[in-house]
């Protein structure tokens, strides 16, 4: 089981900044991927940012040059630095771990956290 929990969301003008971090506890050692989604109020969950293994990131078109994702694996952590911010970015932002075992794909499971609200006022 792993266990995730997201913190520094909150409240910022248009065109600030915001770091996001989600720690990882319990069986943290076996996760292999790891990803912030986020959640507007009636919309659908969507992809932000991802870290595949250690270090290959991918980004939505929308966040692309404003947010950077970054994983410190000695930490069990990961951050998501949000420049520029725009209120289209308001959402709750979740994170999410994947673990693949050795008999992947069987075995494969998903993990969520909480989530963390952010507001970006115009």
């Known amino acids: 089981q792993v266990q995730l929990l997201e913190s520094g969301g909150g409240l910022v003008q248009a065109g600030g900044s915001l770091r996001l971090s989600c720690a990882a506890s319990?069986?943290?050692?076996?996760?292999?991927?790891m990803a912030w989604y986020r959640q507007a109020p009636g919309k659908q969950r969507e992809f932000v940012a991802g870290?595949?293994?250690?270090?290959?990131?991918s980004y939505a078109d929308s966040v692309k040059g404003r947010f950077a994702v970054s994983r410190d694996n000695a930490k069990n952590t990961l951050s998501l630095q949000m420049n520029s911010l725009k209120p289209e970015d308001t959402a709750v932002y979740l994170c999410?771990?994947?673990?693949?075992?050795?008999?992947?794909?069987?075995?494969?499971?998903?993990?969520w956290g909480q989530g963390t609200q952010v507001t970006v006022s115009s």
């Open positions: 870290i595949v293994g250690s270090d290959s990131t």
């Open positions: 319990g069986s943290s050692f076996s996760i292999n991927n």
């Open positions: 999410n771990a994947e673990t693949r075992p050795p008999t992947y794909p069987f075995g494969r499971r998903v993990y």
